[in-house]
């Protein structure tokens, strides 16, 4: 019989094997170990264990669904969570079962949790500012939903009446391939400087939660003439994410351009210099994302040979807001 609970400390081995097993392989730290599941997920200033909801079966965990809150200000001084917006970030069934039952009670659990804290909008999957626990061990560079390949928690929320609001393209480029030659980026390269600062400190407090275990590179790129900043990104360590096929990645994050720079073709400069410093640290891949409707980025990307590789869906409840 199925006995759901709440969290308790000796939990983190079994939700690990169930992580490692019922989990698609593409966008994901796996194997997972239960040190690393405790620290990255159980240990953050954020975490109740009232909003991780286990399921028993007498006695062995045969799934667990997670539940969590955005941050009020995720560049403020604070750590204060914005407990009107809430989040569904997480939900794993043993994959030997194949119980919508089960997938949708669980579901259903989580979002209590949920409305009992006071959320009045209700998100399943981890989005931005949504990211709650699992940026930097679910969904590539960055969350973004639930994975495509994910599909008992995408048949959870969809049972629970959630609607697909955000579909994200996850997208790798393969640096064994040659490296494209653009015409502009000499003329361009006289125009500005490229700085660089390797074991960057996080942005702000929610990145330093998400990703602060990792080492962070700033690319900023600056106008000779007046030393204006003219465009921005990042890249961090995604290492964990090639323990399956062996390949060592970079997630690329915070791309940004002045808006009165834009299509002048800044942005490319920015992520070919990245491209261009992961080869020459003996990177292999360099993973990045962007909503779909954003055919400009996208664009970018592909001509710079990024291919896409896999997608994600962020679902809201109707009527809850946005």
Known sequence: MIRLRSFRNGDPPALADLWNRGL?????????????????VFTRLTFEPE???VAEDEGRVVGF???GFGPAEPG???????RELGTVA???VDPDRDDPGLELELFREAETYLRRRGARVFYAGGQGE???FYWGIYGGSECSGILDDHRTFRRAAKAAGYEPCASTVLLEAN???PEGRDPKAVLLRRQARVEVVQDASPAHWWEALAIGHAEITRFRIFAKADDREIARASIWDMAAFGRLDGKARSGLIDVEVAPDERRKGFGRLVVSEILRHCRGQWGEVVSVQTR???LAALNLYQSLGFEPVDSATLFRKPGTGG
């Open 24 to 40: 698609p392989e593409r966008a994901v730290v796996r194997p997972l170990s239960a040190h690393e599941f405790d620290t990255m």
């Open 51 to 53: 909003g991780l909801v």
């Open 65 to 67: 669904a997670h539940a």
């Open 76 to 82: 403020g001084p604070s750590h204060r969570i914005d």
């Open 90 to 92: 997480m939900l794993v």
């Open 130 to 132: 949504l990211s709650s």
């Open 175 to 177: 640096l064994a391939d």
């Open 292 to 294: 779909s409707t954003n």
